[in-house]
């Protein structure tokens, strides 16, 4: 048994802010300047006491899933940087996607790995402070098993068949 490594596990984010930027994305890799970036999985139940039982119960209804990036360090040119950057400056959210690659998995075939891509709403949350940081937070909705094919700087997601959660 082999204990998983954090750079084993992989963010990429749409960067792209045109028209046609879902069919045609552009992914960076977030990473460069950030020393945290943990995904939240709070849960929604539903917990209830019928009046004929003595105990009550609990029924799981769904994950809202997010990240909280804190104190992301503003390298010039480093592109996601630039696409937050792009955000703070008009005052908006980023609707775009995000895919998350565990290259501990593979399927056999090199450059494919596991991987989930997930519709995100990004939102600036602080800016600057002492040390040109920004501060952001992911809501991560529709997740979508699949396979990433990573080849240079390209990647491309295959959903897998059946399985959208």
């Known amino acids: 048994m082999r204990q998983l490594q954090r750079h084993e ?3 990429f984010i749409n960067t792209a802010t045109t028209t046609g930027a879902t069919e045609n994305p552009t992914w960076k890799q977030e990473g460069e300047g950030v020393e945290s970036l ?13 009046i004929i039982r ?3 119960e609990t029924v799981f209804q ?3 899933i997010s990240s909280s990036i804190s104190g992301k360090r503003c390298y010039e040119g480093e592109e996601i940087y630039e696409y937050l950057d792009e955000l703070r400056r008009k005052a908006i959210s980023g609707q775009t996607q995000l895919i998350e690659i565990d290259t ?4 056999g075939t090199a450059g494919n790995y ?5 519709d995100v ?3 600036i949350t602080e800016w600057l ?4 940081t920004i501060s952001y937070d992911i809501d991560y909705s529709n997740p979508k098993t699949g396979i990433a094919t990573v080849s240079g700087s390209s990647i491309t997601f295959t959903e897998d068949a059946g399985t959208s959660l």
């Open 9 to 11: 596990f992989q963010h």
């Open 38 to 50: 943990s995904v939240t999985f709070s849960t929604t139940k539903d917990t209830f006491k019928p």
């Open 54 to 56: 003595a105990t009550t």
């Open 62 to 64: 769904n994950y809202q």
């Open 104 to 107: 501990a998995k593979t399927n």
């Open 114 to 118: 596991q991987a989930v891509m997930y």
């Open 121 to 123: 709403l990004i939102t």
């Open 129 to 132: 402070g002492e040390n040109a």
